[in-house]
């Protein structure tokens, strides 16, 4: 499904019925808002591993602007702010009441820019492996120095600092780095989800280049009022286990949970403590 907002077309798709029947009654559910990671992937890291929360959720997936199925525009327009802003946009656009927020890896970035921007509209707010400032990638340079390969050290420039080539390039360093983001990769998991999104290039190198060095939501984590789960992996290079604590250090109610056995993607590796500890924060209040 498309949504024509803010000048450009959002794909978005949803997970799990609005109403649910309860005696003779129909009940309405919350709606959880999934912000993916990036830049350059889509909705499709989600499925289907949350999936079993739109038991308790219905979930809206969408893809960011110039990402994923979404219409392609000037990648000078996906600024962190414009990417918030069209968080916002879909949420009146379907008419809905105060979201949850699960933003993951860039997307936990933009949720927080979000919920810093329009915290009336968030009910809670939960950060999956991310990051409050771009001084994660100073430490990610370092953990990946303890724990990659030569090959893989000497290639993560070519991504987060905007160089990748082509397409061709960008497979290359998949290929070479995609096991760094798992505590223990497995490629009947890892080689369908890494398969799974529609790249989009220029909008990842304009990004990584241009407006990633400028993001730092620092300042403004410490006015946020929301209930925030922080969740991060203990073996996270990209969005280490430090740039957690950071948030959960400024963002005054929030808690931290550390997945031991996770890299970047806790929702995978650890699924079902994963799930269990989401379904927990969310049913509170419910």
Not at 226 to 253: A, F, K, S, Y
Request: with cysteine; aromatic share 12%.
């Amino acid at each position: 499904m498309f949504a024509a907002i803010n000048g450009t077309k959002l794909y978005f798709d949803i997970e799990g019925s609005g109403y649910i029947p309860v005696g003779p009654k129909m009940v309405k559910k919350p709606v959880l808002v999934a912000v993916h990671g990036g830049p350059g992937s889509d909705h499709s890291d989600f499925k289907p591993f949350l999936t079993p929360l739109s038991e308790i959720y219905q979930i809206v997936y969408l893809d960011q602007r110039s990402n994923g199925q979404s219409e392609r525009v000037d990648p000078a327009t996906c600024t962190f702010d414009q990417l918030a802003d069209d968080i916002e946009a879909l949420r009146l656009y379907l008419g809905l009441e105060k979201i949850s927020v699960l933003g993951h890896s860039f997307g936990g970035m933009i949720a927080q820019v979000y919920a810093t921007s329009y915290p009336e509209s968030v009910d809670k707010l939960l950060l999956v492996n991310t990051a409050p400032s771009y001084d994660f990638y100073r430490e990610a340079k370092e953990f990946a120095s303890r724990v990659g390969r030569p090959e893989q050290i000497a290639k993560i420039p070519e991504l987060f600092e905007g160089n990748i080539r082509d397409d061709d390039h960008l497979e290359e360093w998949w290929t070479v780095c995609w096991d760094l983001y798992w505590h223990d990769y497995q490629d009947d998991i890892g080689g369908d989800t890494g398969s799974r999104p529609i790249g989009s290039l220029d909008v990842c190198n304009y990004t990584f280049k241009h407006l990633m060095p400028l993001y730092d939501v620092r300042a403004k984590l410490p006015a946020l009022k929301m209930p925030t789960l922080i969740v991060t992996g203990r073996h996270d290079w990209i969005t280490p286990l430090t740039q957690g604590e950071v948030m959960h250090d400024l963002i005054p109610n929030s808690e931290l949970a550390i997945f031991e056995k996770s890299g970047h993607m806790p929702f995978i590796e650890e699924q079902q403590m994963f799930l269990t500890t989401v379904r927990e924060f969310l049913s509170r209040g419910l």
